[in-house]
């Protein structure tokens, strides 16, 4: 299993990923353009595999899919950190510009490339998505999961409207993004 390390620009908050990465794609969403003047590069990893250590602030916005998106950014810095929806419970998406190795993981996929200003620079060796990410060919039992899966970007079209996981961050503190919410 892999491990990656990462953090904001100023340091106070710093996280540690104990998992292999998900899909890894790099998004063309407004929102994602608003964020970061570009595309967003992107990987989705278990929640419960990341550690936080600091206290990231949140925004929450209702995607076009309906799915609530919060997205988590250092108060001091403002760097971009991480990304949760109500359409793919359990898993989190890492910014990753904000790894301390970014190379380490490499993206497969443009999605929401039709929003992309006209300046962009699509590599055109990886797969194109005008919009939302295809979902996986559905296996028996197991679709919902599946499209959560598929969904990388913040903008992602999903369907499912789940539960996020409820995340907690203590000041300073060592702090995983288990889901807590059963203990409140
Ligand atoms: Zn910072
Ligand atoms: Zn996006």
Same mark, same amino acid.
């Given at each position: 299993?892999?491990?990656?390390?990462?953090?904001? *620009?100023? @340091? %106070?908050? !710093?996280?540690? #990923?104990?998992?292999?990465?998900?899909?890894? !794609?790099?998004?063309?969403?407004?929102?994602?353009?608003? #964020?970061?003047?570009?595309?967003?590069?992107?990987? +989705?990893?278990?929640?419960?595999? #990341?550690?936080?250590? @600091?206290?990231?602030?949140?925004?929450?916005?209702?995607?076009?899919?309906?799915?609530? +998106?919060?997205?988590? $950014?250092?108060?001091?810095?403002?760097?971009?950190? $991480?990304?949760?929806?109500?359409?793919?419970?359990? *898993?989190?998406?890492?910014?990753? @510009?904000?790894?301390?190795?970014?190379?380490?993981? &490499?993206?497969? =996929?443009?999605?929401? =490339?039709?929003?992309?200003?006209?300046?962009?620079?699509?590599?055109?060796?990886?797969? !194109?998505?005008?919009?939302?990410?295809?979902?996986?060919?559905?296996?028996?039992?197991?679709?919902?999961?599946?499209? &959560?899966?598929?969904?990388?970007?913040?903008? %992602?079209?999903?369907?499912?409207?789940?539960?996020?996981?409820?995340? &907690? $961050?203590?000041?300073?503190?060592?702090?995983? *993004?288990?889901?807590?919410?059963?203990?409140?």
């Amino acid at each position: 299993m892999k491990s990656y390390s990462g953090g904001c *620009l100023c @340091g %106070a908050v !710093r996280y540690r #990923i104990t998992s292999d990465p998900g899909p890894s !794609r790099v998004c063309w969403c407004k929102d994602c353009q608003h #964020i970061s003047s570009n595309g967003t590069v992107n990987a +989705v990893f278990p929640s419960a595999s #990341i550690e936080v250590t @600091g206290t990231p602030a949140g925004y929450d916005k209702t995607a076009d899919s309906g799915n609530t +998106v919060t997205r988590r $950014f250092c108060a001091t810095c403002g760097s971009q950190l $991480f990304s949760d929806s109500t359409g793919r419970p359990g *898993l989190t998406v890492v910014r990753v @510009g904000t790894l301390d190795d970014p190379s380490a993981i &490499r993206p497969t =996929a443009n999605i929401w =490339a039709a929003s992309a200003p006209g300046w962009a620079c699509l590599d055109a060796g990886l797969d !194109r998505f005008e919009g939302a990410p295809a979902p996986p060919a559905p296996r028996r039992g197991s679709r919902d999961e599946d499209r &959560r899966r598929a969904q990388c970007g913040d903008g %992602a079209a999903g369907h499912h409207r789940g539960t996020a996981p409820r995340l &907690r $961050f203590v000041p300073g503190g060592r702090q995983d *993004l288990r889901d807590r919410s059963a203990r409140q």
